[in-house]
């Protein structure tokens, strides 16, 4: 499995952005998908993931109301629309893929495969 993040960039506080992530080589669908971030001289946290079948989506309290997560399972594709942006949302922003049979994928050791990572530095 390969997955490749993109959209991150340079946005002020109160302005959005849309993160994309490809799936390629997937032979069994995943159960989640997610989203998890990494600020300098942190831990990677959850921010959001979607059940890959049912569409479920579960948020980290701190992105609730502003960050939605999508998928389109024709394209394999997995995004994170994020609204309002503060600087404390700057981090690198990992998708990842997850066969968890739990209720819902909130951790980084539920997930097997993740992307590379894209930026998201928000100016106050």
């Known amino acids: 499995v390969q997955l490749q993040a993109s959209g991150g960039g340079l946005v002020q506080a109160g302005g959005s952005l849309r993160l994309s992530c490809a799936a390629s080589g997937l032979t069994v669908s995943p159960r989640f998908m997610g ?64 066969s968890t049979i ?8 539920m997930y097997d495969s993740w992307g590379q990572g894209t930026q998201v530095t928000v100016s106050s």
């Open 35 to 98: 989203w998890f971030r990494q600020a300098p001289g942190k831990g990677r946290d959850f921010v959001a993931t979607i059940n890959w079948n049912r569409g479920m989506t579960y948020y980290a309290d701190s992105v609730k109301g502003r960050f939605t997560v999508s998928r389109d399972r024709a394209k394999k594709m997995v995004y994170l629309q994020m609204n309002s942006l503060k600087p404390e949302d700057t981090a690198v922003y990992y998708c990842g893929r997850s």
């Open 102 to 109: 739990l209720s819902a994928a909130r951790t980084e050791t």
